[in-house]
């Protein structure tokens, strides 16, 4: 699901009680939030490719919130889909916000001079995407995967 609207103030949903949450600022947190990623995708039974996939989205997001917005959230959960674990990451920020989503996840699309392959990469990666985003208010980035 991709979802662009504009919205009050962009809040994380609600996480089960098995959460986590990392502020993220600078490249030590973006590391950080990668390898809790992988931790508890480990915990979860992943394997290494699938806790890798999950760490890689985590770390463009994370990236993304120092780029754009220089500070934000990773907030990373236990999902239960129709009985199967998951893994939910919600990243969230207080900056600039999108123009533009469908052009930014469409991919080759960049502002910041790279290769514009971040949000298309995550949204691939991934079983589920949403992102809400208004401008000068924010973004928040909802991605799920299912354990196979």
């Not at 394997?47 to 220089?70: D, F, G, H, M």
């Not at 990451?89 to 960049?110: F, K, L, N, T």
């Amino acid at each position: 699901m991709i979802m662009s609207r504009g919205v009050e103030a962009v809040k994380p949903p609600s996480l089960p009680e098995d959460q986590e949450i990392t502020p993220i600022a600078s490249d030590r947190d973006i590391v950080t939030a990668r390898q809790r990623g992988r931790t508890l995708a480990a915990r979860l039974g992943y394997s290494p490719t699938e806790a890798t996939l999950i760490a890689t989205a985590i770390s463009e997001l994370a990236r993304n919130i120092v780029v754009y917005a220089k500070r934000g959230e990773i907030w990373l959960a236990v999902a239960n889909g129709g009985g199967k674990p998951g893994v939910v990451v919600v990243a969230r920020d207080e900056g600039p916000g999108i123009a533009d989503v469908p052009r930014a996840i469409a991919g080759g699309h960049s502002t910041s001079g790279g290769l514009g392959l971040g949000l298309s990469g995550v949204r691939r990666l991934m079983d589920e995407f949403e992102i809400i985003s208004e401008p000068r208010k924010g973004t928040t980035v909802t991605i799920k995967r299912w354990k196979r």
